[in-house]
């Protein structure tokens, strides 16, 4: 079974910055896309960015392109999410997301395990 396990989050000031952590378990890290969501108060949970199995390929909603960049350690088992620039909008719960597929979907369907979850607040 998989597990994932996010940290990284807290409360920041807007124009700060943040690294979210996500470290998985259970299977081959290395051969699976990973992706980070998140669900702010009253709205569903949308899609943040995306990594490939290897890294090479990253994708990023438009909101957050520019100011978040998300990257992948295959050696440890952990993809990470760099967060400048934060603003207000930003907060929510972020989610970790492992897909069946090498390449990272836009779509929660395309992800089969998920993290907890981990609070970010940006407070102005």
């Known amino acids: 079974q998989v597990q994932l396990a996010e940290s990284g989050g807290g409360l920041v000031q807007a124009g700060g910055s943040l690294r979210l952590s996500c470290a998985a378990s259970?299977?081959?890290?290395?051969?699976?896309?990973m992706g980070w969501f998140r669900q702010a108060p009253g709205k569903e949970r949308e899609f943040v960015a995306g990594?490939?199995?290897?890294?090479?390929?990253?994708y990023y909603a438009d909101s957050v392109k520019g100011r978040f960049t998300i990257s992948r350690d295959n050696a440890k088992n952990t993809v990470y999410l760099q967060m400048n620039s934060l603003k207000l909008e930003d907060t929510a719960i972020y989610y970790c997301?492992?897909?069946?597929?090498?390449?990272?979907?836009?779509?929660?369907?395309?992800?089969?395990?998920w993290g907890q979850g981990t609070q970010v607040t940006v407070s102005s």
């Open positions: 990594i490939s199995f290897s890294g090479g390929t990253t």
């Open positions: 997301a492992q897909s069946p597929y090498s390449q990272a979907p836009k779509l929660e369907s395309g992800y089969h395990y």
């Open positions: 259970g299977r081959t890290f290395s051969s699976y896309a």
